[in-house]
């Protein structure tokens, strides 16, 4: 089983939709959950850092961790074109420089 | 210039050449990375220096060599590659302290081996 597991899609959605993404992982030890957003010939970009379980809300953008199911999602309420971009889910152990990513998630926004 | 910048964006080069690419961070930052992003596959870390000092080398063939001279300069050098490692490589930067695991990526140089 992979350390984390993300599917790759792509997820085509019209404009105004709410997006879901998510990804499940199998080490107990992660405790912090970022997800990355993408543009095509740029590097990731950190949208969301969260900390432990619960949700956290940014704009359009709200992060939500279940530590017990070891699931991560994404939400992106009133979608826009300019979001279309691949989101990677990120996560690290408490006191451990390295982060793990998922593969990453090919968002297309229709408009 | 802001961020995390790397140079050269774009590479071709043949399995016999030696180049380098080269990364450099404005964010005052302590600790650097190296990615390597190929297609249909996670992000895989390659290299981790923590102010200066190579944490991490995640079983990189040796025909991949890290240097940071100083903490806001990182160097890939690349000799006798294979087409294999054509991909985009990532450099990135973090605060380095602990509990800080926010990293700020450049964006990367594509890489083709021919």
């Known amino acids: 089983q992979k350390e984390v597991e993300q599917d790759p899609g792509p997820l085509s959605v019209p404009e105004g939709a709410i997006v879901s993404l998510n990804c499940t992982y199998s080490n107990s030890a992660f405790q912090y959950f970022m997800w990355y957003r993408q543009y095509s010939r740029k590097g990731p970009e950190l949208l969301m850092y969260?900390?432990?379980?619960g949700n956290k809300e940014d704009g359009r953008f709200t992060a939500q961790v279940d530590k017990s199911s070891k699931y991560i999602s994404l939400f992106i309420r009133d979608s826009q074109p300019s979001d279309s971009a691949t989101y990677l889910c990120?996560?690290?152990?408490?006191?451990?420089?390295?982060?793990?990513f998922g593969k990453g998630t090919r968002l297309h926004i229709l408009p | 210039e802001t961020g995390v910048t790397q140079t050269p964006r774009h590479l071709v080069m043949g399995m016999t050449n030696k180049k380098s690419l080269k990364c450099e961070q404005h964010l005052g930052h302590n600790a650097m990375y190296w990615y390597k992003q190929s297609a249909k596959k996670p992000l895989e870390l390659m290299f981790v220096?923590?102010?200066?000092?190579?944490?991490e080398n995640n079983s990189v063939p040796s025909r991949f060599s890290p240097e940071c001279p100083n903490s806001s300069h990182l160097f890939l050098h690349l000799h006798t590659l294979q087409p294999e490692d054509s991909a985009l490589y990532l450099c990135?930067?973090?605060?380095?302290?602990?509990?800080?695991?926010?990293?700020?990526f450049g964006p990367g140089t594509r890489l083709t081996v021919l």
């Open positions: 220096y923590n102010f200066k000092e190579q944490t």
């Open positions: 990120a996560m690290s152990a408490m006191g451990d420089d390295k982060i793990i």
């Open positions: 969260t900390y432990s379980s």
């Open positions: 990135a930067s973090s605060s380095g302290l602990a509990g800080d695991n926010e990293q700020f």
